[in-house]
């Protein structure tokens, strides 16, 4: 069983910037990529960005493009999520989640076999 665990959601003003850090831990079965997702309120859970085990490979949503950074940590475990120019449509449950694929990252939430819980982000206007 693998746990993925979310932390660094805040309460910021909009142009403000915001770290999300996620750390994988348990029984894990080699390489595996990474993802950010988020759920904003009466939403759809909507992909946010998808980093490869290698960290060579990126992807990220057309609407956070420019302004958020998806990095993969030495341990290779932890993946980050640097938000910057914060808007307030940004605001959701933000959520890691576990790819036991490699290669370049799927956008497809159905193909991330562990979750975490969540982490609020919340940008005020």
């Known amino acids: 069983q693998v746990q993925v665990v979310e932390s660094g959601g805040d309460l910021v003003q909009a142009g403000a910037s915001l770290r999300l850090s996620c750390a994988a831990s348990g029984r894990t079965f080699g390489s595996y990529n990474m993802a950010w997702f988020r759920q904003a309120p009466g939403k759809e859970r909507e992909f946010v960005g998808g980093?490869?085990?290698?960290?060579?490979?990126?992807v990220y949503a057309d609407s956070v493009k420019g302004r958020f950074t998806i990095s993969r940590g030495y341990a290779k475990n932890t993946v980050y999520l640097q938000m910057n120019s914060l808007k307030p449509e940004d605001t959701a449950v933000y959520y890691c989640a576990v790819d036991l694929g490699v290669g370049r990252p799927t956008t497809h939430e159905g193909e991330y076999d562990y979750w975490g819980r969540g982490t609020q982000v919340t940008v005020s206007s």
């Open positions: 980093i490869s085990w290698s960290g060579g490979s990126t």
